[in-house]
């Protein structure tokens, strides 16, 4: 069995990394550049957490997590930490967690919209990381 990465650990962000650069090519990210910060709230061990990602020209060139203020993004999301657990683990769409008030965003909703089909496929493929939440 695969080594099991805890979510948004050091691990689970260089697996992140690592796939998305493998399995997500520049055509399958519509040659998009953009950024965005998911800032966790309520957190398990109660601290706010965030995961960044950013694309260059479709070509995911940065992952990054931690706590504390989150690097400028495009876009930033806000949410509950078992929201995003649940997307992460796919059982839940990022545009209907948006739509149904459980995540909310700063930055263009319009453009974010265009990109909602780019950020299912970021998550489509950090749904498949070996992850202890």
Not at 101 to 128: M, W
Request: proline share 5%.
């Amino acid at each position: 069995m695969a080594d099991l990465h805890a979510y948004l650990s050091p691990s689970w962000r260089d697996e992140a990394l690592k796939r998305l650069q493998a399995e997500l090519p520049p055509e399958k990210m519509n040659n998009v550049t953009t950024s965005m910060s998911n800032i966790y709230k309520n957190c398990p061990d109660g601290v706010e957490h965030f995961l960044f990602v950013e694309c260059k020209e479709g070509k995911v060139t940065r992952v990054e997590t931690g706590t504390g203020e989150p690097p400028q993004a495009e876009f930033r999301i806000i949410g509950n930490y078992e929201t995003f657990a649940r997307i992460s683990r796919a059982e839940l769409g990022a545009q209907k967690a948006l739509m149904t008030g459980r995540l909310k965003l700063k930055g263009n909703l319009a453009k974010a919209l265009k990109l909602a089909a780019v950020s299912d496929r970021l998550n489509k493929v950090l749904s498949q990381i070996p992850t202890q939440y």
